[in-house]
């Protein structure tokens, strides 16, 4: 983050903190702690070295990250904040308004959602459908490890894991009908569209179903047919 904001001043004056402070001035070295370290939250300034804060946490996101992201910056305006939400940012604080108490706050709301989430991944995780939420553009929100591993299995070439969720979500909300083929599955689709333009998608494997079906259909046409013969044979 960017030592002009005096977040480690800001950070003494939090009553009662106990915390660890790492700071990169560089875009790719906070992306190399994130994966190097586990971290309660990223305080993230407008700018970081040559990248702009946005891109920096939509990179995050776009690598599986899932630490909770605060953007610091000059001036918030509802764009600003419109682009923060949809790169994954759980908090804007205005610089002017950056002391102790406002810091604490946002760091506390974030972290308390973070277990929220990690609560609702642990629940999804031990479901057999691979869930997502996606966007209006179809950029991936929340996502569990089945819809991970059907994006990353189904679109290998794509850059990322984010970019494999929104090429699946394209997919998916494309389609007609609720079967569909993805390789060897067979995937029961379901969507669920919500007042906020997001949609819930959820994909069931029934594959062994479909092929069961499709089993009893060939054993009764092969009954069908030998029971066609042995009447014309008599």
Known sequence: VDAV???????DGIADAKHEVVIQFQAEDGLAALIEASFDVVLCACDIGSTPGLDFARNVRSSGDGTP???L???ISP???LKAEKVGSVDIIKRADLNSASLDRAIHYAIAQRSHESLLTTVLNNTNAGIAVVD?????KFWNSNWSNLSRSQF???GTLSQASECLARQVIAHRGNDMH???????????????NETVIMLYDVTDRANALEEQKVAEQQ???MAMHDVLTG
């Open 69 to 71: 992201i605060i953007l």
């Open 156 to 158: 290998k070439d794509a």
């Open 182 to 196: 993805l390789g060897d599955r067979v995937l029961d689709r379901h969507l669920s569209f919500l007042e906020s």
């Open 136 to 140: 209006s553009n179809f950029v991936p």
């Open 223 to 225: 009954v069908a047919h």
């Open 73 to 75: 910056t000059p001036e």
């Open 5 to 11: 904001f005096g977040l480690s001043d800001t950070l």
């Open 79 to 81: 764009d600003l904040q």
